[in-house]
């Protein structure tokens, strides 16, 4: 059978070309009105963040205005005062936390017979180390010599170095021993007043 189109126009299928444009018309509407939404949820934000710019410009200018008022305010003379105050009252702490018991426990654990202690000296420094000068007597320097020695490998003390000696009228080595105390330090004992060989 044979079948032909004999119109003198095409014939198209309508419905189907409308329905595929009014697809495309809602896509395209559903499109611009996300942009639109967007837009303006974006220009809101846009609004707060500069409002809270704003703001927070005028604090951090407030905040600055009263630290040039404070500084104005604040005699530097006074400050130092209060500055060097502060460090002698850490520094009492830091002494009142020294313990006198176990450093001569460990001048009990090292010390020669023929050495003799006369004078401890301990100080901190601003790193917060402990150093300790320790005047003795000996009738030789190699005891001397023996004494840093044993504190070294106590491992109490590091970096021990003998310092300025002299000899006395009695015929004995005096001489200054200087070391880093790497012993950790503990609560306030009172044992200071005394110590093996004589120290004070």
């Given at each position: 059978m044979l079948r032909t189109n004999l119109s003198t126009r095409p014939f198209y299928n309508a419905r189907a070309v409308r329905t595929v444009l009014g697809t495309m018309a809602l896509v395209v509407?559903?499109?611009t009105l996300f942009n639109v939404v967007s837009i303006a949820r974006l220009t809101v934000q846009q609004r707060s963040l500069s409002a809270r710019a704003v703001q927070a410009e005028r604090?951090?200018?407030?905040?600055?205005t009263e630290a040039v008022g404070i500084r104005a305010r604040v005699d530097p003379k006074e400050l130092t005062v209060i500055a060097g105050e502060a460090r002698e009252a850490n520094a009492i702490i830091d002494q009142r936390t020294f313990s006198w018991t176990e450093l001569f426990q460990t001048f009990e654990?090292?010390?020669p017979p023929d050495v003799r202690i006369t004078a401890v000296q301990p100080r901190q420094d601003q790193n917060g180390t402990f150093h300790v000068g320790i005047a003795v007597q000996a009738r030789r320097a190699e005891d001397v010599d023996t004494f840093v020695?044993?504190?070294e490998k106590s491992g109490a003390f590091h970096d021990v170095l003998p310092g300025e000696d002299r000899v006395t009228e009695d015929g004995l080595l005096e001489a200054i021993v200087?070391?880093?105390y790497a012993q950790p330090a503990r609560p306030v004992e009172h044992a200071a007043a005394s110590s093996p060989g004589g120290a004070r």
């Open positions: 509407a559903a499109i604090e951090a200018q407030r905040l600055r654990n090292t010390l020695e044993a504190l200087d070391g880093e």
